[in-house]
């Protein structure tokens, strides 16, 4: 176990750092509100943690990982829970920022960036996973990323309150890939920067997509019009009754 507290430690900081700079809004009125702008210190985490990973590498051995043959398969789920709890709890009833259309593209986005990230790593390091020599794709790690990018997405739709359980899940994730010997304690660092990296990308990217996708239609001029044809008795003569409402 003690081989697991430097990882622990490292996910848990992250979760504090970031939740220093949350502002939780009941909606979303501009498509280009603050909270989709892009902001340098927002790179602080994920760049933190994926430069950590990335030195990590010169000596992971030392880092640790779990030589005892441990294996259970609950990681390959849990780490697509909060990406669920993300597009799915708006439509309990929870309060959310986006419609589930919105949802859908930002958690879309995000996870186009990830897996471009992740991969493009993997068979660029080629890096050997523990045990393994003939596998070289060991960083970063795909499961701690996509647990990371949900966990993100769900803090920021969501807020602290329900994206603490959601980096939970995410921690937890990381913690196992490690227990069932798939990646070096380096390489689940790297992913969790990946994963918020890959989340905030979406924001940044929602008003340009939103004005792409759904175009605001401009309001045609229109007028609502009433000819009705009149006859007075009296002189006997036809006329028009004319209404017009602009």
Known sequence: MRRLFPILFCLLLSVSMTAQDVVLQDSITDACGTEHKFKAKQLIVPGALITAGAVGIAFHDKLGNWDEGHHTSVDDYIQYAPVAANLFLGCLGVKHKHNFVDRVMISATAYAVEVALVNGLKYTVREP????????????????????????????????????????????????????NRHWCNDVLAGAGIGILSA??????????????????????????????TYELQHNTIGFAFTAVL
């Open 129 to 180: 996973r523990p045990g393994a020599e003939n596998e070289r794709n060991s960083f970063p790690s795909g499961h701690t990323a996509t647990a990371f990018t949900g966990a993100e997405l769900v803090r920021k739709e969501y807020g602290w309150g329900i994206g603490s359980a959601a980096y939970a899940v995410a921690i937890a994730t990381g913690a196992l890939r490690i227990y069932n």
């Open 200 to 229: 905030n990308v979406a924001y940044w990217l929602y008003p340009l997509e939103k004005k792409l996708f759904w175009p605001k239609k401009k309001k045609k001029n229109t007028a609502n019009m009433m000819v009705v044809p």
